[in-house]
């Protein structure tokens, strides 16, 4: 195994560009819904991230302890022993 230093940053700490690519990230995978039509009928909706409002899109990186790269790419499996970052 490998040690490295990685600098991490929170979705608060990103540039607009960054940021523009973590909603990009994030709208992958939409959160689907239930909803009810005019009708009465019960349909499918998907939600998008980056339809949110950022305070909303900083809490949910913020809840789900999400980091990133400088440019906004998530970095996944980051563990932290003894101070040090380390990819697994």
Known sequence: MKTIKVNA??????????????????????????DEDKQGNII??????????????????KANEYLFDKYGKCIHHLEIKRGCNVYT
């Open 9 to 34: 940053y929170s979705y608060q700490e990103l540039n607009e560009d960054s940021k523009d690519n973590v909603k990009i990230w994030l709208d992958e995978l939409p959160f689907d819904y239930e």
């Open 44 to 61: 499918k909706k998907l939600d998008y991230p980056s339809d949110w409002d950022e305070i909303d899109i900083q809490e949910h990186c």
